[in-house]
């Protein structure tokens, strides 16, 4: 079964830095696009960033541009979310996924077929 695993996620003060990373099971995750996901308590699932193949280009919600930046390391066959400046509205559990298409698509994530089992980011004093 393929899947991806994330890791990276923990406790942070609020303006302290994490980076989560995406690695797939039995793939190559050089030919998907990426997704970055997050679901906090009593809220929807959001897209938060996602990159696209090749050299499709990345996507960001407003709420972290200029924060988190989103890259691959194919050598690594992985994926990073790297995440600056966070602030408490940035808990969640954060998601990564992968979907055979070019150019990534942010939303509800239903274009994405592969899912991770989620990281927990808290950002608390």
């Known amino acids: 079964q393929l899947q991806l695993v994330e890791s990276g996620g923990g406790l942070v003060q609020p303006g302290g830095s994490l980076r989560l990373s995406c690695a797939p099971s039995k793939f190559n995750l050089s030919y998907y696009a990426v997704g970055w996901f997050r679901q906090a308590p009593g809220k929807e699932r959001e897209g938060v960033s996602c990159l696209s193949v090749g050299d499709g280009g990345t996507s960001y919600t407003d709420s972290v541009k200029g924060r988190f930046t989103i890259s691959r390391d194919n050598a690594k066959n992985t994926v990073h979310l790297e995440m600056n400046s966070l602030e408490p509205e940035d808990t969640a559990v954060y998601y990564c996924?992968?979907?055979?298409?070019?150019?990534?698509?942010?939303?509800?994530?239903?274009?994405?077929?592969?899912w991770g089992q989620g990281t927990q980011v808290t950002v608390s004093s």
């Open positions: 996924a992968a979907a055979w298409i070019r150019f990534c698509v942010l939303g509800d994530g239903r274009e994405y077929t592969y």
